[in-house]
């Protein structure tokens, strides 16, 4: 469910702040874990491929999104 489309295009699904839980499917060029929530990319760094977790998002952009594992 995207929220509201703005003259760019739609706005990604996740928001700062949020949690959910993923699973790593691939590795990016800088080595961060690579996740989808709806299809939008989550660039979570410190995991690895096969890995389920929970993370928090950092930082949300056009066409992607940066978060962290949460540890709560």
């Given amino acids: ?4 489309r703005s003259e760019r295009g739609p ?3 996740v928001s700062v702040g949020e949690t959910h ?3 790593i499917e691939s590795r990016g060029k800088g080595g961060d874990g690579i996740a989808r929530i709806q299809g939008f990319v989550v660039f979570v760094p410190g995991t ?3 890995d389920e977790v929970k ?3 950092r930082a ?3 066409r992607f999104a940066i978060a962290e594992v ?3």
Avoid: D
């Avoid at 469910?1 to 509201?4: E, K, N, S």
């Fill in 55 to 57: 993370v928090r998002i």
């Fill in 11 to 13: 706005l990604a699904p």
């Fill in 70 to 72: 949460s540890t709560e």
């Fill in 21 to 23: 839980t993923v699973k």
């Fill in 1 to 4: 469910m995207y929220r509201q």
């Fill in 48 to 50: 690895n491929v096969g």
């Fill in 60 to 62: 949300v952009r056009r």
